[in-house]
């Protein structure tokens, strides 16, 4: 059947040989906390805040790093080609408790053991959320100093724990901020504690470290923030437009209902040269349901193929379902992302952007049509097959296996 597929999509001047090297190299930066519903391994962990949230209590929530490491790997060997893992610094690994100000790169050294183990790349986050020292909703943006400045030593060891993974691990790692400051009813003043966040942005980024790429994720709102939010798309992109190296990242929950960021993809290339993404599925609100192979996964996929952007936009998952199998929820996730990065790739993007240029919009309309025609299954099914994973259904069977043997022993 692929044979068959190779030479109907050699027909359209598609190399399915070349696709399918591609793909193989494509990383996705999966996300550790859908494995253990954003808790993390701090000594006196709390409750999760910040204004996001998970719902469900499906059994066998990964507790301790063994057991999240044991879970990833396991979902990792069920989903084909390049994977990252993209940590949290709320992932510590250490005997004692040390609080977000006091973290070092020795607090990671099993993950950085582990990644190597697993040719796997690292990216990480500053966990400025789920914490006593978040007074009122706010972290950089506090009217109080001492709120901003323990906030500022925690991104600043943030982005060392990065560099050394990019060190150590030898690509790149992306060290992504996201703060969860906003405000719950109609604020007085919106440009002072912006202001404030600006500043504290900078002495964040004051030091430079070789092999991070430094992010700042933008959002609309929050659960009990819903009036406010200081670190909003404009405030970000401004901020990254005018820093060189601090990139703006698009997560695809973080926008107004209708705004997908398929559509702001090609308007950050023509400013930046990375663009680092949260992709996530939103159903009437930030949700973070797994990602399904639904038509905006398609087209954000469609915007970095066609835009030749695969070394550019930087593909990292964000979504934690605590109401279903949480392997689950990372192998068809990931595996969504994956597919819909091959289907980009198997489209006659030439011919239609000719098409476009050219002006002939009644053959591109009938031509993209025909694209949804042609046989992408069959070249996922090839992905799978050249790194031994079975084309069917039975991969769920072993991880209902995992679930009763393992996940289901766990209190
Ligand atoms: C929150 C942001 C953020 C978090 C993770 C856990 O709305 O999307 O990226 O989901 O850092
Ligand atoms: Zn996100």
Not at 107 to 112: A, E, K, V
Not at 199 to 205: E, Y
Not at 278 to 283: C, G, K, N, P
Not at 300 to 314: F, Q, S
Request: some cysteine; aromatic content about 10%.
């Amino acid at each position: 059947m692929y044979s068959e597929a190779k030479e109907i999509y050699a027909r359209y001047g598609i190399d399915t040989e070349k696709v399918l090297a591609q793909l193989a190299k494509v990383p996705v930066s999966i996300n550790c906390w859908q494995g253990d519903d954003v808790i993390g391994f701090e000594k006196n962990a709390g409750p999760l805040t910040g204004g996001i949230q998970t719902t469900g209590n499906y059994p066998g929530r990964a507790r301790n790093p063994q057991e999240l490491m044991n879970d990833f790997t396991f979902a990792s060997s069920l989903i084909p080609g390049a994977k990252r893992l993209n940590l949290h610094a709320s992932y510590l690994i250490s005997d004692r408790p040390k609080d977000r100000n006091e973290i070092t790169e020795e607090d990671f050294r099993p993950w950085i053991d582990y990644a190597k183990a697993h040719g796997l790349g690292l990216d990480f986050n500053p966990t400025c959320f789920s914490h006593p020292m978040v007074v009122n909703n706010l972290t950089l943006s506090s009217p109080h100093k001492e709120v901003r400045d323990f906030w500022i030593e925690h991104c600043r060891r943030s982005r060392r724990i990065a560099g050394c993974f990019a060190k150590e691990l030898g690509t790149y790692s992306v060290c992504n901020l996201w703060i969860p400051d906003g405000f719950k009813d109609t604020p007085a003043d919106r440009l002072s504690p912006r202001l404030r966040l600006e500043d504290s942005l900078n002495q964040i980024f004051e030091e430079k470290i070789d092999g991070v790429i430094d992010s700042v994720e933008s959002k609309v709102f929050g659960i009990g923030v819903e009036s406010f939010t200081v670190g909003s798309s404009e405030f970000y992109l401004g901020y990254a437009a005018r820093h060189k190296g601090v990139y703006q990242l698009l997560d695809s929950g973080h926008y107004h209902p209708t705004e997908m960021i398929s559509e702001k993809i090609s308007a950050l290339l023509t400013v930046f040269d990375r663009i680092p993404l949260h992709v996530t599925r939103s159903v009437r609100w930030d949700s973070d349901h797994v990602v399904r192979l639904d038509d905006e996964l398609k087209e954000i996929a469609k915007e970095i193929v066609r835009n030749d952007a695969l070394d550019k936009v930087l593909v990292g998952l964000d979504f934690f379902d605590a109401s279903i199998n949480r392997i689950v929820a990372w192998v068809v996730g990931t595996r969504n992302m994956k597919k819909a990065l091959l289907m980009a790739m198997l489209e006659d993007n030439r011919t239609m952007k000719e098409d476009q240029e050219a002006e002939n919009y009644t053959h591109l309309f009938a031509y993209s049509e025909q694209m949804k025609n042609l046989p992408w299954q069959e070249v996922w099914n090839e992905a799978l097959r050249r790194e031994n994973l079975s084309t069917d259904f039975s991969w769920f069977d072993e991880v209902m296996k995992y679930e009763k043997d393992v996940l289901s022993k766990r209190s």
